[in-house]
């Protein structure tokens, strides 16, 4: 092609066209400016080559558009997912802990509570053992106590099975998740044989990736045929290539029937359990606070049931009654400390009879012998088997969990920062200015009517051209 | 830094909840006037509010079964007072009518007012608080002495907690004092030896007896000083009781409890953080090149 008027008129049509795809472009990125996960796209405008004309040395043929590329910073994009699992695996841990209630410290019916309460009312029958009110006194506090436990015990459980739920519905995320990772893989690749990368499969599929991570704490890892992998903490594959491995959640009877997971592999390998505390993101928030904080409190409160419910049988059945009969166990319990809270209650007879109560040490009892009377008060300032006094012991199970919400808390904050940074850094890089686009559209509307200015002068240029040659 | 619109939407919103976050906070403290609502807030001091509120607990209680135990003693006191004015009043007649110019009709009738002093002082150490018999050691469902003395309460001495840990004694050991047991005198026998020595005119019989109301007298006197020592023990433990409540108390509320000051500033603080957080945003919406262009 040479420098004509006809070349002319064909080149800058084709300029048209480049500085119309930049306007498109630009108008895009504004329409996706609030699309999140959206990387702004830029229209690669480059000269086309020079063509020697007339012996003079080289004349360009205009402008045409190489490609459009995307706005991403891999280095940020990179700590993304971890970013955001972290903070996902903490803010759920956080608020799991933060809902549970039952072990507040001035809560009214709670534990520390009904034990000071029980121990009172044992005080104040000791000053006068014969006296049958004083007896119901301790007798309606032993039920408030039992009652106590029973309520503690279950408000922990409902926490427990209402993360179970929560864990069953992101089962269903998680596989959507990554089949959709899965297939994005495959359509980028078809994509690709036909030719060029397509920007919006692109995008879609970082915020897969992402969402999976978040999900699950998996981390990425591109192959070498440009598909993205994740892989769950410790290793395995979830997604490869285009193939998704799946979740499943079945009743786990070693734990009192709470979900466990098992993995479909990705590479068809038999399913296999697996531990969901050792997942990250939402999923190991919830394992981790479930089989965490929540069930060292379910277990330190059975224990404290069960280890103090014994001590007071065990003084009780020491002593004797108004009778003159060796003391019956006040408190029911099971065999072992396993569910002793949900489980504990006054023994019936003695509810019934407050004369059952064994204020005395010898036998026939005198009505004012407190000699055992003084001894159940003592229990208060004894070890238990778990290693403290029953005082002691609930402090430590109430301080310990709310140093694990605490924690939970702190590091719930602190990762959400550090997403929050990486995401302005993200934002900063990959966002759409409104205004920078405004510009862009300007600055390609502007030279569109400059080229079709040229495309106007080489027209008439032709037509003075065609007049000459006269009819 | 490059800023693009999304950027500034989301970081505007980022703020506004942060601050409305803080403000409800800080309003949550000046209502309920606490700093530590669920154990998480606070830990440590979530600690503490268990530990100081079941000890204040146990301290009230404490209080109040001594005071209880003290009016018993404080009843026993003024018994064994009166006993002590009647043994007073019996060892004057033994005296008097030790001499012999009294005559049989006088000292007859000297053997009617003390049976009469034996029979008060036996309703004496039968009495009650409450229901509760104080002088039959546990036995205190039914009067300790018959009408001529027999004692069938037991040899026990009552006890209470007057602090965590620490027992007191809260009665007196009335066979000791009133039958002799561990080497004294049966008070009622002796009475009932000079009542017999009054009614049979025996002159011997009745001077004899004066050593016995006299040591019965030293008795009583005994149980008295026992029964000081317990109300005074009883006193003392109430005072460190109560101290111990008071620096308790004091634990618990510098744990638990919010600077209502601290949180009232906190909440206006976090109040017009919010309004300008929230002025500001609804301004920088306004600013953009969309404004300028046309």
Redesign the interface.
């Given at each position: 092609m040479g420098a004509d008027l006809f070349s002319l008129l064909v080149q800058s049509g084709n300029s048209l066209g480049a500085q119309s795809a930049a306007m498109s472009v630009a108008g895009n990125n504004v329409a996706n400016a609030n699309t999140p996960g959206y990387s702004r796209q830029i229209a690669n405008l480059a000269a086309n080559p020079a063509v020697s004309a007339l012996g003079a040395g080289g004349v360009g043929t205009g402008v045409s558009l190489v490609n459009i590329t995307q706005a991403r910073d891999q280095f940020v994009e990179r700590q993304m997912p971890n970013a955001l699992a972290a903070q996902s695996r903490s803010q759920t841990e956080s608020d799991a802990l933060s809902a549970l209630t039952a072990l507040n410290p001035d809560l009214s019916g709670g534990l520390p509570t009904e034990i000071g309460a029980f121990y009172s009312s044992l005080q104040t029958w000791s000053q006068n053992p014969g006296d049958p009110s004083l007896r119901q006194n301790v007798l309606g506090s032993a039920q408030a106590l039992a009652t106590s436990f029973n309520q503690t015990a279950s408000a922990i459980s409902s926490a427990r099975t209402g993360l179970d739920a929560a864990i069953q519905g992101k089962v269903t995320e998680v596989n959507a998740a990554a089949n959709a990772l899965a297939d994005l893989n495959k359509q980028i690749q078809i994509s690709k044989s036909a030719g060029g990368e397509s920007n919006d499969l692109l995008d879609a599929r970082q915020t897969a990736v992402d969402n999976l991570a978040t999900l699950t704490g998996a981390t990425p890892y591109t192959d070498g045929a440009g598909n993205i992998s994740m892989a769950l903490p410790g290793g395995t594959a979830l997604v490869v290539g285009g193939s998704a491995g799946q979740f499943s959640a079945v009743p786990d009877p070693s734990n009192d029937g709470l979900l466990k997971l098992q993995l479909n592999r990705a590479d068809g390998s038999p399913p296999t359990d697996w531990n969901g505390s050792s997942l990250g993101g939402t999923m190991g928030g919830l394992f981790g606070a479930r089989d965490g904080a929540l069930k060292t409190a379910a277990d330190s409160v059975d224990s404290l049931a069960f280890d103090m419910g014994t001590a007071l049988n065990t003084v009780q059945q020491n002593g004797f009654d108004m009778d003159g009969n060796a003391g019956v166990a006040i408190f029911q319990l099971g065999a072992t400390s396993s569910g002793a809270a949900a489980q504990i209650s006054v023994n019936p007879a003695v509810a019934a009879n407050g004369r059952l109560l064994a204020a005395a040490t010898t036998t026939p009892a005198a009505s004012g012998d407190n000699t055992n009377a003084l001894a159940m008060i003592g229990t208060q300032s004894q070890a238990l088997p778990s290693g403290s006094n029953p005082v002691a012991t609930i402090q430590t199970i109430v301080t310990a969990f709310g140093t694990s919400s605490a924690q939970a808390q702190a590091l719930a904050s602190h990762d959400g920062a550090m997403a929050s940074n990486l995401q302005t850094l993200r934002d900063s890089t990959s966002g759409v200015s409104i205004d920078e686009e405004m510009v862009n559209l300007t600055k390609a509307q502007k030279a569109y009517e400059a080229i079709a200015k040229v495309i106007a002068t080489a027209s008439q240029m032709m037509d003075t051209l065609m007049s000459i040659a006269g009819t | 830094?490059?800023?693009?619109?999304?950027?500034s939407?989301?970081?505007a919103q980022?703020q506004m909840m942060a601050a409305r976050d803080r403000a409800v906070q800080a309003q949550q403290q000046v209502t309920t006037g606490?700093r530590?609502?669920?154990?998480?807030?606070?830990?440590?001091a979530?600690?503490v509010?268990?530990?100081q509120?079941?000890?204040i607990?146990?301290l009230?209680?404490?209080d109040?079964?001594t005071s209880?135990?003290q009016g018993e003693v404080q009843t026993a006191d003024g018994a064994l007072q009166s006993v002590s004015t009647l043994l007073a009043q019996a060892q004057q007649l033994a005296v008097q009518l030790g001499n012999d110019t009294y005559s049989a009709a006088e000292r007859s009738a000297g053997s009617q007012e003390i049976n009469g002093i034996s029979s008060q002082i036996v309703q004496l150490m039968n009495t009650q608080v409450?229901?509760?018999y104080i002088f039959?050691?546990?036995?205190?469902?039914s009067p300790p002495f018959d009408a001529s003395g027999g004692y069938s309460g037991?040899a026990?001495v009552?006890?209470?907690?007057i602090a965590?840990?620490l027992?007191q004694a809260?009665s007196i050991r009335a066979d000791v004092t009133m039958k002799g047991v561990g080497g004294g005198v049966d008070v009622f026998a002796t009475l009932s030896t000079l009542s017999t020595a009054l009614a049979n005119n025996d002159g011997a019989g009745i001077r004899s007896a004066v050593t016995g109301i006299s040591q019965s007298t030293d008795q009583v006197a005994s149980a008295l000083t026992a029964t000081g020592g317990i109300l005074s023990a009883f006193d003392s433990a109430q005072q460190i009781g109560s101290v111990a409540k008071d620096s308790a108390q004091k634990v618990l509320s510098a744990q638990?409890e919010a600077d209502i000051f601290q949180a009232t500033s906190n909440l206006t603080l976090a109040q017009q953080s919010l309004q300008a957080s929230l002025a500001v945003t609804a301004q920088s919406f306004n600013v953009?090149?969309?404004n300028y262009?046309k």
């Open positions: - | 830094m490059r800023v693009t619109s999304k950027m939407f989301d970081l980022a606490m530590v609502d669920h154990p998480g807030d606070d830990p440590a979530a600690g509010m268990v530990s509120g079941i000890a607990q146990r009230d209680t404490i109040k079964t209880s135990a409450a229901g509760r039959g050691g546990n036995s205190d469902s037991d026990a009552r006890q209470i907690e965590p840990g027992l809260s638990s953009t090149l969309l262009l």
